[in-house]
């Protein structure tokens, strides 16, 4: 496992190794969105020093929650919430990022104030259930498309949970482009089919997503800010007419602004939610848009040990995360590196509850 354990300079930080644990969400917030120390007990655990962890979704405004029970970053007692986190996974010597994210058209009117409907960039229904802020699910609703002033609000937003990420004392953010949210919503053309600036050509349906770096690296320097997509990815009814001539053009001007890294999901496996591959995507989007990003590349979606090391050995990326494995696994990086067996994932346990299935994963000596 030489290559995952090879040294690696992340934008403004220096990596000790390249296992990185990505955003995996577990409903464990409270009902404002408000995190409790258990979080940063979790967070804790999975804590390496040099290591980088991206923290899980967390919404830039309450119009942006889709789920139960998922944290936010646009209140004080969200921030002072996070704070004990950060604390804990610093403490540890770890990179510690931010993912945020405004979930669109994934929403229900559970979610949102005074139970209005959810927004998207064109008033498109998803087919399937969204959680209701009961946790019950119900189909999804149909959403409002977006007023051009809305979209600045939203761009606005950004800003400011960016402005409370730092405040809250991670080392950087993550855009969440991926798994049919707001931004992919946009970017791709099943669901955005507005006529304005915000629609049409791929300019103009990517626009949001480089308006919003515009304004978050005025609160962090571009090499501590990452950006997440899953093209080819279906996951939340998403699809596009032609997605690799609209990533390819992401990527590339993703390319030119010397971001911390770009963090690909591998469609086979969507996202990691989902039992069922998806064979209609290509084998690899790493091996497809590498070529394009001369970067930071993360790449995500049914690693293990074995293929990870071999990803890194063919030059398909810089860093691997490994999302399921390190929710079973507090001691990932070090088993990884022992070729110590990995403990299995409790799937009741991963989304809401308490500590267990969350704090209570053995660690190699617990065993
Ligand atoms: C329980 C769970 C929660 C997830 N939450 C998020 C999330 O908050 N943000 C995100 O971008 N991806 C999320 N994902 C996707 C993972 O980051 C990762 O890409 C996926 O699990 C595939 O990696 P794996 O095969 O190593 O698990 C989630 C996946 C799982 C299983």
Redesign the pocket.
């Known amino acids: 496992m030489e290559k995952l354990f090879t040294p690696f300079k992340l934008g403004a930080y220096q990596l000790s190794h390249r296992i990185v644990m ?5 409903m464990r917030a409270n009902v404002d969105g408000v995190l409790s120390p258990l979080t940063a007990t979790y967070y804790s655990q999975r804590a390496t020093e040099g290591g980088l962890i991206i923290a ?2 967390t919404q830039i405004s309450q119009q942006g929650q889709g789920y139960p029970q998922v944290p936010g970053i646009y209140n004080n007692d969200q921030i002072a919430g996070w704070k004990t986190v950060t604390d804990a996974v610093k403490e540890k010597g770890s990179i510690f990022f931010l ?1 945020l994210y405004h979930v669109g058209r994934i929403s229900h009117s559970s979610f949102q104030k005074e139970g209005v409907l959810p927004v998207a960039p064109s008033a498109i229904k998803p087919t399937g259930n969204a959680f209701t802020s009961s946790w019950k699910r119900e189909p999804y609703e149909r959403p409002r498309a977006l007023e051009i002033a809305e979209i600045h609000q939203i761009v606005n937003d950004f800003r400011k949970a960016a402005e409370n990420a730092k405040q809250a004392g991670f080392h950087g953010i993550e855009i ?1 482009a ?2 049919g949210y707001l931004l992919q919503q946009f970017l791709e053309d099943k669901t955005n089919q507005r006529d304005d600036l915000y629609g049409g050509t791929i300019e103009n349906r990517s626009r949001i997503l480089f308006e919003i770096l515009d304004a978050v690296t005025e609160v962090f320097p571009s090499n501590c800010v990452g950006v ?1 997509l899953s093209p080819f990815n279906d996951i939340g009814d998403m699809a596009d007419s032609n997605p690799e001539k609209l990533y390819s053009y992401i990527i590339s001007q993703l390319a030119e602004r010397e971001l911390s890294y770009l963090h690909l ?1 591998e469609p086979q ?1 969507r ?3 989902v039992e069922e591959m998806n064979h209609e995507a290509p084998a690899s989007v790493a091996t497809l848009f590498r070529p394009l990003f001369p970067g930071a590349l993360i790449i ?4 293990d040990a074995e293929t990870g090391e071999q990803a890194l050995e063919d030059g398909k990326a810089d860093l691997v ?5 390190f ?1 079973a696994n507090p001691d990932l990086p070090k088993r990884i590196e022992l070729g110590v067996s990995l403990n299995v994932l409790d799937k009741p346990t ?2 809401g509850g308490d500590e267990r299935g969350y704090t209570d994963y053995p660690s190699m000596e617990q065993l």
């Open positions: 990505p955003p995996l969400t577990r899980e979704a993912q969440h991926a798994n997440r999901i496996v996202s990691g939610l995500s979606g049914g690693f995360a490994f999302g399921r494995a929710i991963v989304y």
